[in-house]
C-alpha cells in the first residue's frame, strides 16, 4: 500500500519560510495527484495546494496563492511545498495525502477524495 511520510516542519517567525517534503513509498503509481492539507487547532481539514501525478498541473488555494509553491521529484517520489512570507494563520499541521480521482475532481481539494494520509508535520508561525 502507499505510505507517506511528511517532514520539514518547524517554528518560524512571521515572513519566514519552510520547505515541506512528502517522501511516498508502496504503490506510487497508483494515484492521480498529491495534495497538502492542513488542519489548525479547533478547525477541520483545509485544502492547500496539489499536484498532478502525471501533467505537474498545480492549484492552490487562494489563502496561499503566491507565497505557496507546490512541486515534485518523481526520481524520488517525494513531493514538495515550499512556504514563503508565513503568516500566523499558517499555523497548523500539515499533511500530504493521494487522490485517486481525476485531475479535475481532485482540484477542488475535498479531503474525502483523498486517502493515504500522512502522519503530519507542526508547522508554527509566531513572532
Do not use: H
Amino acid at each position: 500500500q502507499l505510505q507517506l511520510v511528511e517532514s520539514g516542519g518547524g517554528s518560524v517567525q512571521p515572513g519566514g519560510s519552510l520547505r515541506l517534503s512528502c517522501a511516498a513509498s508502496g504503490f506510487t503509481l497508483d494515484f492521480d495527484a498529491i495534495g497538502w492539507f492542513r488542519q489548525a487547532p479547533g478547525k477541520g481539514r483545509e485544502g492547500v495546494s496539489c499536484i498532478s501525478s502525471t501533467s505537474g498541473s498545480t492549484n492552490y488555494a487562494d489563502s496561499v496563492k503566491g507565497r505557496f509553491t507546490i512541486s515534485r521529484d518523481n526520481a524520488k517520489n517525494t513531493v514538495y511545498l515550499q512556504m514563503n512570507s508565513l503568516k500566523p494563520e499558517d499555523t497548523a499541521v500539515y499533511y500530504c495525502s493521494a487522490c485517486g480521482q481525476s485531475f479535475r475532481r481532485c482540484v477542488s481539494m475535498y479531503p474525502a477524495d483523498f486517502a493515504s494520509w500522512g502522519q503530519g508535520t507542526q508547522v508554527t508561525v509566531s513572532s
